[in-house]
C-alpha cells in the first residue's frame, strides 16, 4: 500500500483520545496524575481492602460472522517486546523526504524534544475480535517503559481500497508502562512499538480460531518516493506536559 511521505506527531494516549479506535485501561487515581479524568465509580472488593472497577474494556468476538464458521476460543499470550530500533534525527537538507522541520506545534528544547524517528511499514488487525495488551511486571513510578500505540480508522465500503486502513487518518500516541490497551475488534492498528530503554512484557488476550486469515490481515506500508512507511517521531517524554518523565536511555 503505496503513501504520502509525512512526519507523524505523536500524542498521548487518553481514553478520550483513543475512544474511536477501542479502550484505554488505567487506574483512574494514576490517570488524574496525569490531567485525566476517568469516569469511574468503583465497588467495594476483598473484605474492604480493594476498590474493583467493572466493564473496564470490552472483550468481543464477532466469528461467528467468519467465512471458515471455525470455532474461536479466548486465549492469552505473553508477548516480550524489546525496544525498537529509531533513526537519528534529520535536518532537512537536499532531497530528503523526512525531516523533523516538518513537526507542527511546540518544539521544546534542544533537538525538538524527540528521541528520534521510527519508520512504520506494517499494519495489522484482527477482523473479527478485541485484542487487549497489557503490560506487567513494571514497578510502580518506572519511567523508563514507554510505548507507541499506532492506529487507522478502515476505508468504508464505498472507497477505493475499501477495507484498508485510511492513511491520512492514522494516529501514533504514547503510553506510559501503567497503561494497557484495547483495540476494537477490526481496527488496523501497527504491531507493539516499545522505545525507551527496556522491554516490556504484555499480556495479550483476544479470541482466535486459528484460521490465520482470519485471526489476522496484514498490509505493507510504503511511500510514494519509495521510503519505507510513515515515519513517527518519537518524543523523549509523554507529550503535553505529562508528568510521566518518559523513556530514559
Same mark, same amino acid.
Given at each position: 500500500?503505496?503513501?504520502?511521505? &509525512?512526519?507523524?506527531?505523536? @500524542?498521548?494516549?487518553?481514553?478520550? /483520545?483513543? +475512544?474511536?479506535?477501542?479502550? *484505554?485501561?488505567?487506574?483512574? #487515581? ?5 490531567? @485525566? ?5 468503583? $465497588?467495594? &472488593? ?27 476460543? /479466548?486465549?492469552?499470550?505473553?508477548? $516480550?517486546?524489546?525496544? =525498537?530500533?529509531? =533513526?537519528?534525527?534529520? *535536518? ?11 513537526? &507542527?506545534?511546540?518544539?521544546?528544547? +534542544? ?13 495489522? =488487525? ?10 506487567? #511486571?513494571? @514497578? ?8 507507541? $500505540?499506532? *492506529? ?42 516499545? *522505545? ?21 490481515? @496484514?498490509?505493507?506500508? %510504503? %511511500? ?13 517524554? /509523554? ?5 510521566? =518523565?518518559?523513556?530514559?536511555?
Amino acid at each position: 500500500m503505496s503513501v504520502s511521505p &509525512a512526519t507523524l506527531v505523536v @500524542e498521548p494516549l487518553s481514553a478520550k /483520545a483513543f +475512544a474511536p479506535f477501542g479502550h *484505554v485501561i488505567e487506574n483512574p #487515581g494514576q490517570a488524574s496524575m496525569h490531567g @485525566e479524568h476517568i469516569d469511574a465509580e468503583p $465497588v467495594g &472488593a476483598n473484605q474492604g481492602t480493594a476498590l474493583k472497577y467493572v466493564d473496564i474494556s470490552p472483550i468481543h468476538t464477532f466469528y461467528e460472522a467468519a467465512p471458515s464458521r471455525c470455532k474461536a476460543r /479466548a486465549v492469552m499470550n505473553m508477548f $516480550v517486546c524489546s525496544p =525498537r530500533p529509531l =533513526r537519528p534525527l534529520q *535536518v532537512a537538507r537536499g532531497d530528503d523526504d523526512t525531516t523533523i522541520t516538518s513537526i &507542527a506545534g511546540p518544539q521544546p528544547g +534542544a533537538g525538538f524534544g524527540l528521541l528520534g524517528l521510527f519508520n512504520l511499514t506494517l499494519m495489522e =488487525r484482527h477482523p473479527y475480535t478485541t485484542q487487549t495488551f497489557i503490560p506487567v #511486571g513494571l @514497578e510502580s513510578g518506572n519511567t523508563e517503559a514507554a510505548y507507541l $500505540v499506532v *492506529v487507522a480508522p478502515t476505508l468504508p465500503a464505498w472507497h477505493d481500497g475499501a477495507g484498508l486502513p485510511d492513511v491520512t487518518g492514522v494516529k501514533a500516541f504514547f503510553a506510559r508502562g501503567s497503561q494497557a490497551v484495547t483495540y476494537g475488534a477490526a481496527t488496523w492498528h501497527a504491531p507493539m512499538i516499545v *522505545v525507551g530503554g527496556m522491554p516490556i512484557s504484555f499480556i495479550v488476550t483476544q479470541y482466535s480460531n486459528a484460521v490465520a486469515e482470519e485471526d489476522c490481515e @496484514e498490509i505493507e506500508l %510504503t %511511500t510514494t518516493t519509495g521510503r519505507e512507511g510513515i515515519t513517527i517521531a518519537v518524543p523523549l517524554r /509523554a507529550p503535553l506536559g505529562g508528568k510521566s =518523565r518518559g523513556p530514559k536511555l
